[in-house]
């Protein structure tokens, strides 16, 4: 089966969405623990304190308040910063490679996607792929289920049922996915 298509920089874009995501939801995720840790520190020693000062519940509210602050704006900055990240990415990507952008035709035989542009010819031994998905009108084809290889305009299909069998083929052939 054979597909042509037209990658561009919105592509890629959107084909690292999700790994984004991924890396963003663990980021943060650690950063709450050690702010939590933190938090658990900070009310061993204010509890420690309260038996020398008197101490009110206020000040505990308090700084959960100002800790539940910090985590909500970290998060909305690491946000931003993860976008503007993965922007310049993909700008070095496209500037690294000179097959990233521009026509490409794909091609699946026998346990092998041959992907050839322009410029390149590179082959890809389907038993890599992990994962296959779809990002905003794009179809990712990842390795490591979420670092994308291959990325295809959906609107390169000719019909959803073409997408589907293009699907079901690298699935089947790779024997990971499910």
Do not use: H, W
């Not at 505990?60 to 993860?82: E, G, H, P």
């Not at 179809?139 to 290889?149: F, S, T």
């Amino acid at each position: 089966m054979e597909i042509k298509y037209t990658n561009n920089r919105e592509d890629y874009i959107k084909g690292y969405e999700k790994r984004r995501k991924f890396t963003l939801r663990k980021d943060v995720f650690l950063l709450t623990l050690n702010i939590l840790a933190l938090m658990g520190i900070t009310f061993y020693f204010i509890n420690e304190m309260s038996s020398f000062y008197n101490i009110e519940i206020s000040l505990y509210l308090t700084v959960i308040l100002i800790i539940a602050t910090l985590i909500i704006i970290t998060t909305i900055l690491m946000n931003r910063i993860s976008k503007k990240i993965i922007q310049k990415f993909i700008d070095k990507l496209i500037e690294t490679r000179n097959n990233t952008l521009g026509s490409k035709i794909i091609e699946v035989k026998n346990d092998v996607i041959i992907l050839k542009g322009e410029k390149s010819y590179v082959e890809y031994n389907i038993k890599a792929i992990d994962n296959i998905y779809e990002e905003d009108d794009v179809l990712v084809i990842c390795i490591q289920k979420i670092d994308p290889i291959i990325l295809i305009p959906i609107n390169s299909f000719e019909s959803k049922e073409v997408k589907n069998q293009f699907i079901n083929l690298i699935k089947q052939k790779s024997g990971y996915l499910r």
